[in-house]
């Protein structure tokens, strides 16, 4: 046990992430190589063929016959209620009874002896519909009266008609905005063990392990004290296993609990894709009117939301792209509306931004629209119209911690920006194939769920007679790097080598009631209830110390390694095992919630977001007019993360979010067909960014100058979604190379992902100048 005056691992410093060689090396346990219990039985979901329809008929008799089949689970199986919503509505059925309601839908589950033969009976099912009429997008589902899922939410702040009217200038687009599979690296996946009694131990990879105990208890009709819930790490998750993996962990425990042996669940990867939700893809008629220099003045916006066939989390995601939908503008008079619409399609979840990227693009592209009709660089239109603190947002929050204006200043001169633009309008004017474009974005993104009760935290520490420190809390590691987070807050806490401290796995035993590891808050809420555990442990140490070194308790102090009393210069597992004999209580539970936050969905009105991060970048791209393809010359960025906690983990989440938020708007493209089925359901068919597509040239720098004005964890600010919208850098400048082929006379008004067919299509319009078409 390292315990010395040189410590490693404390809060500010570059650390290695605490499972960094587990992973490269393989020792890594995710679920699956958990050692499997004695006769371990495997589950594999039966699917649904076709978009909507009645059932008319179930027939398992090639199934039951199938080699190592025990059974099959159906609707009628279950013991407690067959819905696994998050929200309450009954709308989320396991397995479908009557009715089923997109392509893919799970019907019912075949428990076998082996993975393989549950798979291949499964396919042996034989389930006849009546085919009934479907509507896919949020559009054609508007048009075919499906309704919404859940309500809608309008913000508001002044007139925004008569601002509209009053305008000098105004302009009206429609933007198409496609959705994003997930594709962690570790599928989904569940095994569960049945115990005594209802107990049951669900092992699982999920980024809400008190959700997934409530679903357990739910669909097998007990109390939630007799599910227990594991979870060690994921290999991913980017929102998709928030609510998406409740599936999959109540299968296996009602399999387990029905043939009392343990069960195991894990999906093929175009099963998992199928049947599972995805980021929401958006219509949003948009209509902004603005100024002869720019200014805008009033914005008017409808955001139509591809849900799927349940409610899932689209409410709040639909009510986030609304909170951002003017990113780090101020509109004086605003109207937006959000439309979840009801589809035939898998019920869409949460994702990286949960919703955010969806509003904060559409501001980009009202910018970029104004700034073609005007001839003037989009970067002035941004910085012209900048918050100014003291302004309010439509929810009708103050802005208060603008840092925008520094970042641009500092962002511009590192990047060579105006430069590089004049090189750029200087290649176009040559014509030829490959056509130049370069876009600087910015990102203002708020911190907390807009569920206020979400706001809340525990952990547990025990320190242990010989020093050695047992860290839990309730938030989920998906290699994202919160527990070495945590841990260093722990370490400087008690001013020991971060060696000293044990992460163990997140367990609903241990931590009761968590909230989910999602909205960036991860680090904020989780640190906070580690260091208030901390805190109440030390101040018992404290008290002990005073009294058996007879010294003033102000003049007891945590050093290296130490803790000194006066003269008295102890070791830290010296001054334990002496507390220890004491009978002093070397355990604590922290708790803590996130102050000053309030929201009042009903008027549209509170302040749902504690902070703020701020973000910008630039990114220049070529792109190859005769393929569509691109390259991503250079990007550089520069980004708000308070006063990081680790700057290397900070960088990394950074670069990651910005690849991917990339992907979002560039490659990742789904598609289902006219019967309802998604056809990019694999990686043969559906593309993510490789290593090659990251920037030739990527340079990345923290705002280490900015601290959160609010008493976040260690003055520090939330990394994991904020940086994913700057990869619209990348978008807006594949725009610019497409406009110059129409003389940047007029924008691109290229749909999401900007694919090389779209590109192509674009640079053939404004040829032969069609205009909007």
């Known amino acids: 046990m390292k315990d010395d005056t040189t410590l490693g691992g ?40 076709c978009a909507h329809g009645t059932i008319t008929g179930m027939d398992f008799t090639e199934t039951l016959a199938a080699p190592g089949v025990i059974g099959v689970l159906t609707a009628q199986d279950i013991p407690g209620v067959n819905d696994v919503s998050p929200n309450g509505k009954n709308d989320d059925p396991i397995f ?121 208890a739910h669909v097998l009709g007990c109390r939630s004290n007799a599910v227990v819930v594991n979870v060690r790490r994921m290999g991913g998750g980017f929102g998709g296993k928030e609510t998406q993996m409740n599936l999959f962990a109540c299968v296996a425990a009602i399999a387990a609990k029905r043939w009392n042996r343990a069960v195991k669940i894990r999906p093929d990867r175009d099963d998992d894709m199928t049947a599972t939700g995805k980021r929401h893809d958006f219509v949003v008629d948009y209509e902004v009117g603005f100024d002869d220099d720019g200014t805008i003045r009033a ?16 409410g709040p995601v639909t009510d986030r792209a609304l909170f951002h939908c003017d990113n780090a503008y101020y509109y004086p008079d605003v109207r937006v509306s959000s439309h979840p ?42 910085k012209r119209n900048l918050y100014r603190n003291g302004q309010l947002t439509p929810y009708h929050q103050e802005v208060t911690d603008q840092i925008l204006p520094r970042i641009f200043e500092e962002l511009e001169a590192s990047s060579d920006y105006h430069a590089r633009r004049q090189a750029v309008l200087d290649w176009n004017a040559k014509g030829g194939v490959i056509r130049k474009g370069i876009a600087l974005t910015p990102v203002k993104f708020g911190i907390s769920f807009t ?35 945590v841990a260093q807050v722990v370490a400087e ?78 070791p830290f597992r010296d001054v334990i095992a002496a507390a220890y004999r004491a009978r002093i209580h070397l355990s604590a539970a922290g708790f803590y919630k996130t102050p000053q936050i309030h929201w009042d969905r009903a008027t549209g009105r509170g302040r749902p977001f504690y902070y703020y991060a701020y973000g910008a970048a630039v990114s220049e791209v070529s792109v190859d007019t005769l393929t569509g393809e691109y390259v991503i010359d250079r990007s550089d960025v520069l980004h708000d993360v308070g006063r990081s906690l680790n700057p290397a983990i900070d960088r990394g989440q950074i670069e990651g979010a910005f690849v991917q938020g990339a992907g979002w708007l560039t490659i990742e493209e789904l598609w289902w067909d006219d ?85 192509l299509m674009a640079i053939e319009r404004l040829r032969h100048g069609s205009g909007r078409g």
């Open 341 to 382: 619409m009801r589809t035939n399609t898998v019920s869409n979840t949460a994702f990286r931004g949960f919703g955010g990227p969806q509003g904060v693009i559409v501001a980009e592209r009202m910018i970029e629209e104004i700034a073609y009709a005007l001839g003037r660089d989009p970067l002035e239109i941004r």
């Open 451 to 485: 569920a206020t009760w979400f706001n809340q935290a525990g952990a547990l520490i025990h320190v242990y007679n010989d020093g050695s420190i047992a860290l839990n809390h309730g938030g989920t590691e998906m290699g994202q790097g919160l527990n070495t987070k």
């Open 675 to 759: 019967k309802g089925r998604l056809r990019t359901h694999a990686p043969s068919t559906y593309k993510v960014p490789l290593a090659s597509d990251r920037p030739r040239v990527f340079n990345v720098r923290l705002a280490d100058w900015s601290e959160n004005s609010e008493r976040s964890i260690k003055r520090s600010k939330a990394v994991g979604e904020p940086p994913f919208m700057l990869g619209i850098s990348v978008f807006e400048a594949i725009n610019m190379a497409v406009a110059s082929f129409g003389d940047y006379r007029e924008p691109a008004r290229l749909d999401a992902p900007a694919t090389p067919e779209r590109v």
């Open 10 to 49: 404390q809060a500010h410093q570059d650390t290695v992430h605490d499972s960094a060689i587990k992973h490269v090396t393989g020792r890594a346990d995710y679920t699956d190589d958990l050692a499997e219990p004695y006769g371990l039985l495997h589950a594999y979901l039966g699917l649904s063929q």
């Open 493 to 570: 806490a008690f001013q020991c080598d971060i060696g000293n401290i044990k992460i163990t796995r997140t367990t609903t035993e241990k931590v009761p009631n968590t909230s989910a590891t999602a909205a960036s808050s991860g680090t904020d809420l989780n640190g906070m209830a580690a260091l208030d555990a901390a805190e109440q442990i030390k101040a018992r140490l404290v008290e002990f110390v005073a009294e058996r070194w007879q010294q003033p308790r102000e003049d007891v102090h945590f050093v290296p390694g130490h803790v000194r009393a006066g003269d008295h210069l102890i």
């Open 299 to 314: 914005v008017r916006g409808d955001w139509y939301a591809r849900c799927g066939f349940s409610a899932d989390l689209s």
């Open 96 to 216: 479908a009874e009557k009715k089923v309601l997109f392509w893919g839908q799970p019907v019912f589950a075949v428990i076998a002896e082996t993975r393989d033969q549950a798979r291949r009976a499964a396919h042996k099912a034989r389930i006849s519909y009546d085919i009934l009429p479907h509507a896919l997008d949020p559009i054609a589902a508007r048009d075919a009266g499906m309704g919404y899922v859940t309500d809608p939410l309008t913000l508001r702040r002044g007139d925004a008609d008569a601002g509209m009217a009053a305008a000098p200038r105004r302009i009206k687009g429609r933007f198409a905005i496609g959705g994003q599979d997930h594709f962690y690296l570790e599928g989904q996946i569940a095994m569960a063990i049945p115990g005594e009694d209802e107990d049951v131990t669900v092992n699982v990879s999920t980024q809400h392990p008190s959700e997934v105990q409530h679903m357990v």
